[in-house]
């Protein structure tokens, strides 16, 4: 895990000592998404009141039955058994109610979550492991569901069940309840502080496991990697380490938990010995009638009962808390565009341009990545990018794309900031094909029609066929079927190519942004994917990342980039003229090329 959310968490756990109003606050919101549920959710409650009604009386009947003579036994009984059965029943429906009503709202929740969290700027997800965040989300939105359909009614019940128990004691003796009120408020204190302790360790178990969970994630998604460099080994300490700092910190917490049982064992069976000693004092002084002693002893029972239940329900409660304000911080993060824009305007792009941009990463505000880059692009020109690796091309595409705000100079489309423009607009305007291709899993026709959802069969294989992947998608036994696998691994590195550039085909975007793969292909498929792109570039506003001779040459514009630089810039010829950095790479490649051949 990283410093940075260690460090949120510790905070987290300063503030999160009491119960205060604002964490009641904090719990209104999960509310909101129940309110669509009122009427069922109040139903709940009803079965629940009843549950706690009958509850209450159970150590009244029990006792009543202890202590009855032969005549009323049976009626006792019965009363009895009618009592389970009414508590039953209403248990059956307060659960399958509450489980319903949570399973609703935690479904609302998700998709609230989850729309918001892909809405979010590159920003956020750069400052975030993916991993973490997908079990923090995961876990989080669990422990309100564990809240929702048990944790509440426990606390309801179990305060009704501490606080109506000593209201019935209390017409039978006052002298007596007044004895065992004395008694409850020690174990009481002492419970909280058990508690506070067995939460923290259970809070640091949790932050461990998250952090565990992230190795796993992290490592199966790049199962490639980690096998290639026979890794494995060296994965699994990386994983035996973190876990076997979980059974460190979970067993710390174990000796606290173990504490408390028998604390518990001790203290709230001493109490209840303590308060028979005393009762059965009363009742030989003819203070209290000897059958009210058994009903008294039950009282006692229960309501010791229901405090240690309190305790873990208190706990439990906190830890809701915490998971709340994580889902709702992450739902207050500020979108990049409005959510629920449906259909965004349509902009003409008729020219693009870059002014004096200067630019680092938000993660590293001390490396300057781009410095005074200014370009200007008009429609239906190409411009190319070139310079050696790191020296800010990418980004350039991603400042394009908007992903980034700008801190010193401006991009803008149309002459006006493109910090000004719908969002959503501009994204539609154009299309990316990456330097390494991510097909989603599913069959090639999803992929394909990622480009635009709403295209027919007709357009999706005219657009296969114009990126030179008809040909290999009719090969596979299912075609446009065809699964690609969770990450595309079935598919080579330049039928992936061919995809994505399919998918922009059938964007069919104003403005191309194409990051060119730097791995090598084979001449016959490089010759393919070439193909393709010239068809994709053809005619279109592009901003090409270029790699490839062939490429650059048809550029109307190119740009040397030196760490975050433009150093040169012209046509082709332009440059080789210069005798510049071009026109050095040039003859590099060329040479690369010729040795090629042979
Ligand atoms: N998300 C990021 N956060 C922080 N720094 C980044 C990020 N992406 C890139 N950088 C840094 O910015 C610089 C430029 O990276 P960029 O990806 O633009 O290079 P590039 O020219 O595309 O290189 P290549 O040809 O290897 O793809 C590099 O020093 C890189 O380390
Ligand atoms: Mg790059």
Redesign the pocket.
Known sequence: MSERTTESNNKADKRRKTLKISDLKQLSKIFAYVGPHKGLWALGFVFLLITMITSLLFPKLLGGLMSSSPDNLRDNMLQMMGLLLVQSIASFFRVVIFVTVTERALAAIREDLYSRLIHLPMTFF?SKRVGELNSRVASDTSQIGETLTTTLAEFLRGISMVIGGITILAFTSIKLTLFIVAVIPPLILVTIIFGRFIRKYSKKVQDEVAASNTIVEETFAGIQTVKAFANEAWERNRYAKRVSAIVGIAVRGGYYRGAFASFITFGLFGAIALVIWFGAGMVHEGQLAGEKLNEFILYALFIGGSIGGLASVYAQLQKAIGATETIFNLMEETPEMDINSENAASIDVSKVAFSKVNFS?P??TD?Q?LKSVSFDLNRGKTLALV?R???????IASLLMRFYAIENGVVTVNKKPLSEIDLKAWRNALAFVP?DVLLFGGTIRENIAYGDTKAGEEQIIEAAKQANAWEFIQGFPEGLETTVGERGVQLSGGQRQRIAIARALLKDPQLLILDEA?SALDSESEQLVQEALERLMKGRTSVV?AHRLSTIRNADQILVLNEGEVTERGSHDELIDQGGIYAELVKLQNVAKASNEF
């Not at 690796?389 to 980004?395: P, R």
């Open positions: 750069s990463y993660t590293r490396v990545v310079g690796s790191g020296s800010g091309k990418s980004t330097q730097t990342i």
